[in-house]
Antibody
Framework: QVQLQESGPGLVKPSQTLSLTCSVS??????????WSWIRQYPGKGLEWIGY???????YYSPSLKSRLIMSVDTSQNQFSLNLTSVTAADTSMYYC??????????WGQGIMVTVSS | QSALTQPASVSGSPGQSITISCTGT?????????VSWYQQYPGKAPELIIY???KRPSGVSNRFSGSKSGNTASLTISGLQADDEADYFC??????????FGGGTKLTVL
């Protein structure tokens, strides 16, 4: 079955760029029935939708993050990525990648904790 | 858009039924039948248990059910079991390709 795995640095300095990759296994990212999304969870528990990307490269971003966010897809590697610029301590979160099917997030990665600190 | 509103905690005894509410606005829950619910155990990723308000993914127990009335969606768990103790999150489409989550509800099985 399809599995997702996040990778990237666990520590990012303030004002720098947070870069994460999600590797998809057990299925093709070019399956047109799905979007590929990023979601983060604050230490206090709340979830926040960040955005999602289609295999064609079409992206949709949360309005609150849109000015700092770039998402992309690499079909040759079966991966999709997130780049969040100008990070602050408020961006410290657990970051999850997830598959979108039938208007819900049906498969999630295990998550990666990212701390913004100097 | 603001996050959806859930109670911080609910509790129930084994065998009982509990209901978790999720309140949004006319712009999200009130307009779209695109509410989903997720179960999360400590240290684990959330898992989908309800989508499109009331549909269950394959493999999810029929003790979990969803509904919606106006701007409020609800998750009901019947025949409460010890391993239902977890955090539960609601999510709704908010229009213009935007998704909203609730703040989460901690379920305690007494």
């Amino acid at each position: 079955q399809v599995q997702l795995q996040e990778s990237g640095p666990g520590l990012v300095k303030p004002s720098q760029t947070l870069s994460l990759t999600c590797s998809v296994s057990g299925g093709s990212i070019t399956n047109g029935g799905h979007y590929w999304s990023w979601i983060r969870q604050y230490p206090g528990k709340g979830l926040e939708w960040i955005g999602y990307v289609f295999y064609s490269g079409t992206t949709y971003y949360s309005p609150s993050l849109k000015s700092r966010l770039i998402m992309s897809v690499d079909t040759s590697q079966n991966q999709f990525s997130l780049n969040l610029t100008s990070v602050t301590a408020a961006d410290t979160s657990m970051y999850y990648c997830a598959r979108v099917t039938s208007n819900s997030f049906d498969i999630w990665g295990q998550g990666i904790m990212v701390t913004v600190s100097s | 858009q603001s996050a959806l509103t859930q109670p911080a905690s609910v509790s129930g005894s084994p065998g009982q039924s509990i209901t978790i509410s999720c309140t949004g606005t006319y712009s999200d829950i009130g307009t779209y039948n695109l509410v989903s619910w997720y179960q999360q155990y400590p240290g684990k990723a959330p898992e989908l248990i309800i989508y499109d308000v009331l549909k269950r993914p394959s493999g999810v127990s029929n003790r979990f059910s969803g509904s919606k009335s106006g701007n409020t969606a609800s998750l009901t768990i019947s025949g409460l079991q010890a391993d239902d103790e977890a955090d539960y999150f609601c999510c709704s489409y908010g229009g213009t390709r935007f998704w909203l989550f609730g703040g989460g509800t901690k379920l305690t099985v007494l």
